[in-house]
Structures are given as structure tokens and as C-alpha cells.
């Protein structure tokens, strides 16, 4: 499977902005669907936004309007632009292979070191 790399996240002000990257090796991602998924304090790991090999997304209610997920097949790279954070985007982001975008349960692989994200109220 393809191997992932997250980085990006950081310290912010609620109402602030950051932009996530999920960089890939390996020789299948442009035909791989991706995932971002975070896990906060005390909350289980859930699906923030998920997109196809083809482009089209999938975004979980909490975030929609305010994260974009997009990818650069020619970069091997998943971004998630996160603007206006709430304190209760605080949590660790991880991106993950997805056997479908439309099925936030099941991936591909395992679990990354994750990137940090705070978001101070």
C-alpha cells in the first residue's frame, strides 16, 4: 500500500487557518482514494474529509463549509485546508488509504505518526 506522511499542523487561534499536507510514496496514489481523520482528546478516531482518485469529496458534518481536501497527483501530496478552527478541532490528524471515500471505516494500512493540530480558544 501507499505510505503517508502527515505534517502541517501547528498551534492557532480559534478563527485561524492552517493548511495540512499528506505527502505519498509509492506508485499507486494516483489511483488511490485518501482519507484525513483525527482523533482528540477523549474522542474517537472519525473522518474529517475523504477524497476519490477521481477528485470528488467526502467531508463530515463538523467541518463541512470550513475544510477543503484536494490533491496534486504530479506532487504525491493530499492537502486539508482547514480554516476558521474551533477549539474543538484540536486533535491529531492522520491520513490514511481508504478502500472507498464513501466508507469512512475502512482503510488501508496503518496508522501514521499523525500531525498535531491545537486550536487555542
Known amino acids: 500500500q501507499v505510505q503517508l506522511v502527515e505534517s502541517g499542523g501547528g498551534l492557532v487561534q480559534a478563527g485561524g487557518s492552517l493548511r495540512l499536507s499528506c505527502a505519498a510514496s509509492?506508485?499507486?496514489?494516483?489511483?488511490?482514494?485518501i482519507g484525513w481523520y483525527r482523533q482528540g482528546l477523549g474522542n474517537q478516531r472519525e473522518l474529517v474529509a475523504a477524497i476519490s482518485s477521481a477528485g470528488d469529496t467526502n467531508y463530515a458534518g463538523s467541518v463541512k463549509g470550513r475544510f477543503t481536501i484536494s490533491r496534486d497527483n504530479a506532487k504525491k501530496t493530499v492537502y486539508l485546508q482547514m480554516n476558521t478552527l474551533k477549539p474543538e478541532d484540536t486533535a491529531v490528524y492522520y491520513c490514511?488509504?481508504?478502500?472507498?471515500?464513501?466508507?469512512?471505516?475502512?482503510?488501508?494500512?496503518?496508522w501514521g505518526q499523525g500531525t498535531q493540530v491545537t486550536v487555542s480558544s
Open positions: 490514511r488509504q481508504m478502500v472507498s471515500y464513501t466508507i469512512p471505516t475502512i482503510a488501508i494500512g496503518s
Open positions: 509509492g506508485s499507486t496514489f494516483s489511483i488511490n482514494d
